[in-house]
């Protein structure tokens, strides 16, 4: 037992001598190995933080409008056939990301609408919004012989003045494209409106056109696809405004008309990109007096300067000419103003009723409505407040809300289009509840001047 014992003992010493030594042979190894370790772990660290220092830094970078911003004024606007389109570099706005998403099976602007929300920019400042006095006005595009234009607008402090040498002949036309990716259904909108255009005049016309980055490389495209085919020689003027640029600088005086006339923050119709026509006159150049705006999903039938031309037929304090709305909306939207007031024309169909605007053909009077001091009064949050409670107006189509709902008040401001020069042919409200009487805000007679294919409806080759 004994023998055993001390056997026992002596394997137990020897595992204890065995333990040590693997300990000290352990501690020596750390102890020779720990410095470069260390210094290998540190650089590690360091390139580490580096790269993710570097990432950051050029996200804030891209983010943060910084002085390298690319300003509106720095894309030269290239009008030679055979001139290379300048892809311009990345901008800071992002307005319209989603506006394929925001439309609802084709309908746009066109379901039923309960409430409305209010709509918030934060990209300019709360403080710049109560001094509008503060806002300087756009400067004019400079222009050379050759008929190109470099865009020279949101220069501080700039002041205009009335030029008595403006070009009558001039014809201006204003076209809005924002998400006009290659073959998006925006892009070949507005390819056919521009074809459309070009094709039926020899006038000379002078674009103005508000876009995203994106959609200056589309329109630029389509200008050039559209000369080559219809083989013109020499494009159009164009002036490119960037969206975001102008969303900016017309937000003091839209912003209550966003709260009033949008259906809710990321509507269709709550983009700032609806709510610019009102306020034209505040930032364009004042050389500029008259211009057509228009949707891009149009096509003309006839000549644009016809269209140019109804402008002699306008009375000197109207300051807007638009169709009636060929659908009952306004008969819809205003259903609790009308039970409550039996046989008001608010809503009723043409010719006699006060129907309500479709704004996608507009002759804008920049002149006039500068000089309106009953129009620029309208345009104030509390008189619009004031407007929008009296008929208990809930809106959601943008700016043609506003137009109509202050047509209903001051008739005189506006004079009404002919049906003809914008014939919608969206027929969403016949099958949702006002069959019966659809027909008496639809009916137009042809020849039709201008077809509006408004809530994605195809436009057919002959109507």
């Known amino acids: 037992m004994r023998r055993a014992r001390q056997k026992s003992e002596g394997a137990v010493e020897k595992q204890k001598g065995t333990a040590n ?22 650089v590690c660290l360091c390139v580490f933080s580096t790269v993710v220092l570097f990432i950051l830094s050029s996200n804030f970078k891209e983010s943060f409008p910084g002085k390298n911003m690319v300003r509106a004024g720095e894309y030269n606007v290239v009008t030679e056939e055979n001139e290379k389109v300048e892809v311009p570099a990345k901008e800071d706005s992002k307005v319209g990301q989603s506006i394929d998403d925001s439309i ?3 309908n746009v602007g066109y379901q039923p609408v ?8 934060k990209s300019f400042a709360d403080k710049n919004s109560k001094n509008l006095e503060g806002v300087s006005e756009l400067p004019p595009a400079e222009t050379n012989k050759g008929g190109d234009n470099v ?11 009335d030029s008595s040498t403006e070009d009558s002949k001039n014809v201006y036309v204003l076209l809005q494209l924002v998400n006009a990716y290659k073959e ?77 006339f949008s259906s809710g923050q990321g509507a269709y119709y709550s983009n700032a990109l609806f709510f610019i026509g009102p306020v034209l006159h505040k930032v364009l150049p004042r050389t500029i007096k008259k211009l057509v705006m228009l949707d891009t999903d149009l096509q003309f039938r006839t000549d644009i300067k016809k269209l140019f031309a109804l402008f002699g037929k306008m009375s000197p304090k109207q300051v807007m000419a638009l169709a009636t709305d060929q659908q009952p909306v306004y008969r819809h939207v205003l259903w609790s103003y009308r039970q409550k007031n039996p046989g008001t024309k608010v809503g009723g169909p043409p ?11 507009k002759l804008v009077n920049l002149e006039e409505m500068r000089n309106s001091r009953l129009y620029n ?11 929008a409670r009296k008929y208990e107006f809930k809106g959601h189509l943008g700016d043609q809300d506003f137009y109509s709902l202050a047509s209903f008040d001051y008739p005189d401001l506006f004079y009404t289009l002919p049906c003809q020069w914008n014939r919608q ?26 077809i509006h294919g408004n809530c994605n409806t195809p436009i057919p080759d002959e109507l």
């Open 425 to 450: 042919l969206c027929t969403w409200w016949k099958n949702h509840g006002y069959n019966d009487i659809f027909d008496m805000y639809f009916k137009c007679s042809p020849p039709f001047y201008v």
């Open 151 to 161: 865009n020279k607008v949101f220069n501080s402090g700039s002041k205009n003045t």
């Open 104 to 106: 609802n099976n084709g």
């Open 21 to 42: 030594l693997k300990s000290r042979v352990m501690f020596d190894i750390w102890r020779l190995t720990s410095p470069k370790v260390g210094l290998l772990l540190g």
């Open 114 to 121: 309960i409430e409305h929300g209010r709509f918030s920019n």
């Open 184 to 260: 998006s259904r925006f892009a070949n909108n507005f390819y056919n409106c521009l074809k459309s255009i070009l094709k039926h005049t020899q006038a000379e016309l002078k674009f103005l056109l508000t876009v995203d980055d994106i959609s200056k490389t589309t329109a630029e495209e389509s200008f050039r696809s559209v000369a080559n085919e219809l083989e013109i020689k020499k494009l159009p003027s164009r002036t490119y405004f960037l969206i975001g640029e102008v969303n900016n600088k017309v937000y003091p005086y839209t912003k209550a008309l966003q709260e009033l």
């Open 351 to 361: 010719p006699d009723g006060k129907t309500g605007f479709n704004s996608g053909v």
């Open 377 to 387: 009064d309208l345009l104030h949050g509390k008189n619009a407040s004031d407007l």
